[in-house]
RNA sequence: GGAGCGGUGGCAGAGUGGUCGAAUGCGCCGCACUCGAAAUGCGGUUUACUCGCAAGGGUAACGGGGGUUCGAAUCCCCCCCUCUCCGCCA
């Protein structure tokens, strides 16, 4: 969430900032907040002010009994009492206001930086680059969901049987592809100077709060009720989440997690004909790269972070675009993102294989991630956050099988991924 | 799931009603000594909110919440978590 502090001070900034998101309650939002804001400092003032009295009576009875003046003492406490009841009063004022405050604020976006075009929807997005040939497939050319049936790799009804549609079931070499992706993928990321991490698939409300997924979206997750836990639905959360109050050393950035897991997404109401196959599941595989930096280096970071996926991608030979995305089409988090988006030769079509975005101090916030400047120690500062797939699997697959068809139905594998699959060929 | 122990500052660890934001040790920073370093000595070293142009004040926080009391790290109640043992089990 935004600093109370910037919203405070450059109120016209971020109500521009809002204004290229197209958020309609910009307005209305940001007064809401600055009032519950105005009330809760007033409280406090005045909350002070009689705890400080409170302090002085409690240590002058304190001393008279100490004296045995006891009946000067029994005195004055009735003056206490009366502190007490307002006291009480106004704490509760504070946390009311502080609550209200917090409920506003969380529905208030990211600003995004000032290089995000203006823009509505999906289709404002900036093509900021293009790079490799488009596959060329005559008309016998199979959609994954033929190929992967006519292999027998990747089994949809299977998953059904087991747990319901979008739950896949990989097979033999389908299975092998799987492992192989994902240690390419980490191997490659492990070479750009990042920490493996192993995290938890399940995670508590105060890590979906960090990272932005709760409160609003808690809907997205699948809830497991009986111990108030969420399945991921992407390995930012627990490895963001590692940071979560903590506070840095200047001389800790950079510092570069990267985390192989499934991930899970309820995906609700968001099926229809454009997510056969592999296109949309509820599980799926993902290898994450996570930063934390000075915000100085954020978008240095971002920009390496962009070019380690078009490197993965280029390695794989898979044609693609990045984008840079419009302020109506970015991630309620985020500051700055561009998407990397595959073509895949059969579909026709572009598929989203990775979101690389600059969060900048919005999810710090709400973490608590921060800093002590080496020139300046006392003066403790958010962090910056940074997170992007490198890469999410199935639309990874669907395309590599897509591009990679022959006309008498085999599947040749990127001589990248040859040592991980140990075969050449799907046949 | 049952029983027990515990949860205090960066870490370890004292503190069982007031003068305790908290001893002591370690760590860290600065200074002195030294050619330099080590050792030693001295000083400093939590965070948040808030008032103030500033200097500098105020308040809160000892797992979380509530209560008793003029006054709570300390007493009482509820909850959470760690660890140990038992049970179950990969």
Redesign the pocket.
């Known amino acids: 969430m935004l600093q109370?502090?910037f919203i405070r001070d450059k109120k016209e900034i971020v109500l521009q900032g809002l204004q290229k998101r197209n958020f309609a309650r910009a307005e209305e939002l940001i007064a809401q907040v600055l009032d519950f804001?105005q009330k809760?400092?007033?409280a406090?003032?005045e909350?002070?002010?009689v705890?400080?009295?409170?302090?002085?009576?409690?240590?002058?009875?304190?001393e008279l009994?100490?004296n045995g003046k006891k009946d000067e003492?029994e005195a004055?406490?009735t003056n206490?009492?009366s502190?007490?009841n307002r006291a009480?009063e106004l704490?509760q004022a504070?946390?009311d206001f502080t609550q209200q405050r917090l409920e506003v604020l969380v529905q208030i976006p990211n600003i995004p930086n000032e290089v995000v075009p203006a823009g509505k929807s999906a289709d404002d997005n900036e093509v900021v680059y293009q790079w490799g040939d488009m596959p060329e497939l005559g008309d016998w050319a199979l959609p994954h969901w033929d190929l992967i049936q006519k292999l027998d790799i990747i089994d949809f009804e299977l998953g059904n049987k087991i747990t319901g549609a979008g739950f896949p079931v990989y097979k033999g070499k389908g299975a092998k592809l799987q492992r192989a992706l994902i240690n390419f993928f980490l191997d490659q990321a492990i070479e750009a100077g990042y920490r493996e991490i192993q995290p938890p698939l399940l995670i508590n409300r105060d890590s979906g709060f960090g990272t932005g997924q709760l409160p609003d979206k808690d809907g997205q997750m699948y809830h497991a009720t009986e111990?108030d836990l969420f399945l991921i639905p992407t390995a930012e959360v627990p490895i963001t989440n590692l940071y979560r109050e903590v506070?840095l050393n200047e001389g800790d950035f950079p510092i570069k997690n990267v985390g192989y897991t499934q991930c899970f997404r309820r995906e609700a109401g968001s099926w229809g004909a454009h997510v056969r196959g592999l296109n949309r599941l509820h599980q799926f595989d993902k290898v994450e790269i996570v930063q934390i930096q000075h915000p100085d280096k954020s978008y240095q970071a971002l920009e390496e972070m962009c070019a380690h996926v078009q490197g993965l991608l280029e390695k794989l030979n898979l044609p693609y675009r990045r984008l840079k995305l419009c302020g109506g089409d970015m991630g309620f988090t985020s500051a700055l993102t561009f998407d990397m988006e595959v073509f895949s030769g059969a579909q026709k079509r572009w598929l989203e294989v990775s979101s690389v975005s600059n969060f900048e101090t919005y999810q710090a916030n709400r973490l608590?991630c921060?800093f002590?400047p080496k020139d300046n120690?006392?003066n403790?500062q958010l962090a910056h956050t940074l997170n992007g797939s490198a890469l999410a699997l199935p639309r990874i697959v669907a395309s590599l099988l897509e591009n990679n068809q022959t006309q008498d139905g085999k599947v040749k594998i990127p001589a990248v991924l040859v040592p991980y699959t140990g075969f050449e060929w799907i046949e």
């Open positions: 109370i502090d804001d809760r400092r007033e406090q003032t909350l002070d002010k705890n400080a009295e409170a302090n002085n009576l409690a240590k002058s009875i304190g009994m100490k003492a004055m406490k206490s009492a502190l007490k009480k704490e504070m946390k111990d506070i608590q921060r002590r120690p006392k403790i």
